[in-house]
């Protein structure tokens, strides 16, 4: 690997080559090329065995590379502790990958492959927004990262990991307050889509408890709501606007809340909490413990107040009001 700087700019090349004298001598003019004929440079894509070369003689240095589409899941992919600031890892399968306290500050990885990786105190971006562009984190360690986030993109990276439930592997649970002061948040574009996906987890045996905050007078569209999340198999509970502004003390009344629990990978559960007001979503996904047992501790308060849903029973309003 040649690194040549020029001002306050710096590039960096590789190349592989049995001679290590040849090697360095063809990665320095490559550098060399990229910066007096820029035009005469094509953008660099490594493979697997270069990168693989890399490593195994001791470099953890791979600033800037373009390791784009690279598969490194056949390979003992041992990239802990290494310099991956601004690598390109679009599109590469690291399935398997040991990436504990690596930094990838400005990394991209866009469509890159995570499943089973280990992103133990891996470094992100100071947003820590790098692992959710439509990046595959099917049973990944995760690293203690949280993300402030709220509105349609908050919704979107939810159902993106819902979407990467391992089903065979995996036994998990979703934990969920829903505020329902009005039915037609399920009757948009994105509570269907939501609904659509809710469906299929259920029919892949994952259990799903959700408590609907509901105003004292639901209409017949909050109970149709009920009735058909019950009827495919979801475990329903509601509670009254008013009786959720203190549940153990805690005032949940504008909370939407969801916790996915995946109980057979260490590190690979999430929660999602929103505040609703009229001026603004206040919301965030947190893989940090600390929120994790926080937010599962909330649900299962206003699950304990709430009343059970029956699809066979109708809700009088004074059990809201109670």
């Not at 590379?65 to 899941?73: H, Q």
């Not at 439930?165 to 037609?184: A, Y």
């Not at 569209?221 to 509670?239: K, N, P, V, W």
Request: hydrophobic share 35%; proline share 2%.
């Amino acid at each position: 690997m040649a690194s040549v700087k020029y001002g306050e700019e710096e590039v960096i090349k590789i190349y592989s080559h049995e001679s290590i004298i040849k090697a360095y001598l063809f990665a320095y003019v490559k550098a060399i090329i990229a910066i007096y004929a820029p035009h005469e440079c094509s953008q660099d894509t490594y493979k697997e065995n270069e990168l693989m070369s890399l490593y195994k003689i001791g470099v953890r240095d791979f600033y800037k590379l373009n390791f784009s589409k690279v598969d490194l899941s056949d390979n003992e992919a041992n990239l802990s502790e290494s310099t991956l600031i601004e690598c390109d890892f679009s599109n590469a399968n690291l399935s398997g990958a040991n990436l504990t306290k690596a930094d990838l500050t400005r990394a991209n990885l866009t469509n890159a492959n995570l499943t089973n990786a280990n992103l133990t105190e891996v470094k992100l971006d100071k947003n820590n927004q790098t692992l959710f562009e439509d990046t595959i984190l099917t049973n990944t360690i995760m690293p203690e990262i949280k993300i402030s986030v709220s509105r349609r993109s908050r919704i979107n990276i939810i159902v993106r990991l819902l979407e990467q439930i391992d089903f065979q592997e995996s036994k998990c649970q979703l934990l969920i307050v829903h505020r329902m002061t009005t039915p037609i948040w399920w009757s948009s574009d994105l509570g269907m889509y939501f609904w659509e996906i809710n469906k299929k987890i259920l029919q892949k045996g994952i259990l799903i408890k959700r408590v609907f905050i509901l105003p004292e007078s639901p209409t017949p569209e909050h109970l149709q709501i009920l009735r058909e999340q019950a009827e495919f198999g979801i475990e329903i509970r509601y509670i009254c606007y008013t009786k959720a502004e203190n549940v153990d003390n805690y005032d949940l009344h504008n909370t939407n809340l969801m916790v996915s629990e995946n109980l057979s990978v260490e590190r690979n559960s999430f929660t999602s909490r929103i505040l609703i007001n009229k001026e603004e979503e206040k919301g965030y996904i947190s893989y940090q413990e600390i929120d994790l047992k926080t937010d599962k501790e909330l649900f299962y308060s206003i699950w304990k107040e709430a009343e059970t849903y029956s699809c066979s029973v109708s809700i009088p309003n004074e059990s809201l009001k109670k």
